[in-house]
T-cell receptor, first 111, second 118 residues
Framework: ELKVEQNPLFLSMQEGKNYTIYCNYS?????LYWYRQDPGKSLESLFV?????AVKQEGRLMASLDTKARLSTLHITAAVHDLSATYFC???????????FGPGTRLSVLP | DSGVTQTPKHLITATGQRVTLRCSPR?????VYWYQQSLDQGLQFLIH???????AKGNILERFSAQQFPDLHSELNLSSLELGDSALYFC?????????????????FGPGTRLTVL
């Protein structure tokens, strides 16, 4: 059974600081997705990582994938308040039939 | 706006009742996924349909059922509702087939239906 873990689950950080969210998964996969969810809202796709060593960047967020370690990271650079949200990673473990989300990391960026 | 639509946005009903949630996928997407999100359970995968056929089941209760119609819209039916069924229900769509992968399986989420069972 595919399991996806994230840490930390809660993260409070100050504006201007850097931090990394980790996503670990239990079985072989080379397809990993990151989503953002604002409170009470839907999920928005951020990154799609499709191979070992893949790196994607958008603004202050950068995601990477290490399939050998079964690990993806979401790095936040010089955080701003607008980045406050819950971030989910999701792993596509079995040709799209087994799409498993992590528990989410709730990020609060304080002024 | 992801292009996925869900109706209704809010639904308030009583225990024991039955409700139907509706989802229209993005134009061209053949896969529809249903998820339940509650405070204590996180985001739970319920069921996946591809081009009208059920392809995968997750933690879906027997009181819940779904179908995808020829025009590709999908409905999630919840019956004998209990207080614990109160949650946000999301539908997502992707273009991919069950054997495709990668970019084709990127899921786009609808705005959700907030169900409150009193």
């Amino acid at each position: 059974e595919l399991k996806v873990e994230q840490n930390p689950l809660f993260l409070s950080m100050q504006e201007g600081k850097n931090y990394t969210i980790y996503c670990n998964y239990s079985t072989t996969s080379d397809r990993l997705y990151w989503y953002r969810q604002d409170p009470g809202k839907s999920l928005e796709s951020l990154f799609v990582l499709l191979s070992n060593g893949a790196v994607k960047q958008e603004g202050r967020l950068m995601a990477s994938l290490d399939t050998k370690a079964r690990l993806s990271t979401l790095h936040i650079t010089a955080a701003v308040h607008d980045l406050s949200a819950t971030y989910f990673c999701a792993v596509d473990g079995n040709y799209g039939q087994n799409f498993v989300f992590g528990p989410g990391t709730r990020l609060s960026v304080l002024p | 706006d992801s292009g996925v639509t869900q109706t209704p946005k809010h639904l308030i009903t009583a225990t024991g009742q039955r409700v139907t949630l509706r989802c229209s996928p993005r134009s061209g997407d053949l896969s529809v996924y249903w998820y339940q999100q509650s405070l204590d359970q996180g985001l739970q995968f319920l069921i996946h349909y591809y081009n009208g056929e059920e392809r995968a089941k997750g933690n879906i209760l027997e009181r819940f059922s779904a179908q995808q119609f020829p025009d590709l819209h999908s409905e999630l039916n919840l019956s004998s509702l209990e207080l614990g069924d109160s949650a946000l229900y999301f539908c997502a769509s992707s273009v991919g087939s069950p054997i495709s992968g990668g970019l084709y399986n990127e899921q786009f989420f609808g705005p959700g239906t907030r169900l409150t069972v009193l």
